[in-house]
T-cell receptor, first 118, second 117 residues
Framework: AQKVTQAQTEISVVEKEDVTLDCVYE???????LFWYKQPPSGELVFLIR??????QNEISGRYSWNFQKSTSSFNFTITASQVVDSAVYFC???????????????FGAGTRLFVKA | DGGITQSPKYLFRKEGQNVTLSCEQN?????MYWYRQDPGQGLRLIYY???????QKGDIAEGYSVSREKKESFPLTVTSAQKNPTAFYLC????????????????FGPGTRLTVL
């Protein structure tokens, strides 16, 4: 079965600290897609990044970077030099290309709430 | 301006009443989803629809109903059979159907916060 685990429920850091949000997934599909979304206090989830299972290249976008490791089934997200505006709930998600184990719906992790203090 | 709208933003319901939450998208997306989010918890899938006139139960469909008569619209009715309906409800849409949808990100509406009085 497909599953996404975000073991960190809440993280609190001081501004300018680096922080890594962990995501571990389970799937039996060979082709799948991983996502990160941000949910600010306003409530609307915003898409941040997608990674497909054949592309293990890490990605950097400004202060954000993502580390995808198939060997450990992890897709971790690092914010460098965190800012107060980064305070939000961050969700990791998985969808399988075959839909074999649950259709084509996306499975979300429980989310990690990040507090960045000034 | 393409996007998803949900209305109302806040909704209060008396026990025993049915209420309908609106979700409209103008992104021309085939797939639409309803999620429920409780305080401090993740997203739980209520219903989803991959195409007009078809929808599937998610993980927590009991006490809810949906319809998909138009591509742009996917209203959710919270019935009196839902014993604990107070929550934040999020609607999302996604391009593609079936296998072609799994690659695509979901676009979310601003949510409806439902409170039972």
């Amino acid at each position: 079965a497909q599953k996404v685990t975000q073991a960190q429920t809440e993280i609190s850091v001081v501004e300018k600290e680096d922080v890594t949000l962990d995501c571990v997934y389970e799937t039996r599909d060979t082709t799948y897609y991983l996502f990160w979304y941000k949910q600010p206090p306003s409530g609307e989830l915003v898409f941040l990044i997608r990674r497909n299972s054949f592309d293990e290249q890490n990605e950097i976008s400004g202060r954000y970077s993502w580390n995808f490791q198939k060997s450990t089934s992890s897709f971790n997200f690092t914010i460098t030099a965190s800012q107060v505006v980064d305070s939000a709930v961050y969700f990791c998600a998985l969808s399988e290309a075959s839909g074999r184990t649950g259709g084509f719906k996306t499975i979300f992790g429980a989310g990690t709430r990040l507090f960045v203090k000034a | 301006d393409g996007g998803i709208t949900q209305s109302p933003k806040y909704l209060f319901r008396k026990e025993g009443q049915n209420v309908t939450l609106s979700c409209e998208q103008n992104l021309n997306h085939d797939a639409m989803y309803w999620y429920r989010q409780d305080p401090g918890q993740g997203l739980r899938l209520i219903y989803y629809s991959q195409i007009v006139n078809d929808f599937q139960k998610g993980d927590i469909a009991e006490g809810y109903s949906v319809s998909r008569e138009k591509k742009e619209s996917f209203p959710l009715t919270v019935t009196s059979a839902q014993k604990n309906p107070t929550a934040f409800y999020l609607c999302a849409s996604q391009a593609g159907q079936g296998a072609s949808s799994s690659y695509n990100e979901q676009f979310f509406g601003p949510g409806t916060r439902l409170t039972v009085l």
